[in-house]
């Protein structure tokens, strides 16, 4: 089956860049979705088909994806950014979508 | 305004059955792609299953494949997950998420705000 794995977590202070990794086989190849998630609330979606961003998400926010790897960088971090993340794909091969294993933001 | 609302969680013994409900309004659910999206306490997300906007294409994780089962009732705009022979490892929240028309390799556009389902004797 097919995997995606995340760093567990990442800390970043104020104002800086954080980047969070989805490592996957060839994930180039596939369409990479990016979800926030708050404690005690439904996944936000954040970013979608790699780097587009819904209506009312910052431009702080952007993704790419090349190779075994996909990226959601958040940029001049701000608290309200803490929360957890998650990569999502469709593997066309088991029919089943997949999501990444999670990364933690922390702002210190 | 898009609402997903889910329903039927609750306490159930391992072995036992229970069914969940999602309702949707605010969108045209017989368009929609729906899944079913579960959360383990202190766990990440892990995808349950898929059904297509007629019913007629339906996808299982492997976890739960042969005793859960995925329906919709466009009329009824509704969602449901048939989940019998529960085990202890089923205990999450339970999600339903909606998807625009691409066979399952798209964005989730709504989810619900889940329901807690709790397998323990």
């Known amino acids: 089956s097919y995997v995606l794995t995340q760093p567990p977590s990442v800390s970043v202070a104020p104002g800086k860049t954080a980047r969070i990794t989805c490592g996957g086989n060839n994930i180039g190849s596939k369409s990479v979705h990016w979800y926030q998630q708050k404690p005690g609330q439904a996944p936000v979606l954040v970013i979608y088909?790699?780097?587009d961003r819904p209506s009312g998400i910052p431009e702080r926010f952007s993704g790419s994806n090349s190779g075994n790897t996909a990226t959601l960088t958040i940029s001049r971090v701000e608290a309200g950014d803490e929360a957890d993340y998650y990569c999502q794909v469709w593997d066309s091969s088991s029919d089943h979508l997949v999501f990444g294993t999670g990364t933690k933001v922390t702002v210190l | 305004e898009v609402q997903l609302v889910e329903s039927g969680g609750g306490l159930v013994q391992p072995g036992g059955s229970l069914r969940l409900s999602c309702a949707a309004s605010?969108?045209?659910?017989?368009?929609?792609?729906m899944n079913w999206v579960r959360q383990a306490p202190g766990k990440g997300l892990e995808w349950v299953s898929y059904i297509s906007s007629s019913g007629s294409t339906i996808y299982y994780a492997d976890s739960v494949k042969g005793r859960f089962t995925i329906s919709r009732d466009n009329a009824k705009n509704s969602l449901y997950l048939q989940m019998n022979s529960l085990r202890a490892e089923d205990t999450a929240v339970y999600y339903c998420?909606?998807?625009?028309?691409?066979?399952?390799?798209?964005?989730?556009?709504?989810w619900g705000q889940g329901t807690l389902v709790t397998v323990s004797s």
């Open positions: 605010g969108f045209t659910f017989s368009s929609y792609e």
């Open positions: 998420a909606s998807q625009g028309d691409c066979g399952g390799d798209c964005n989730f556009d709504y």
């Open positions: 088909y790699d780097s």
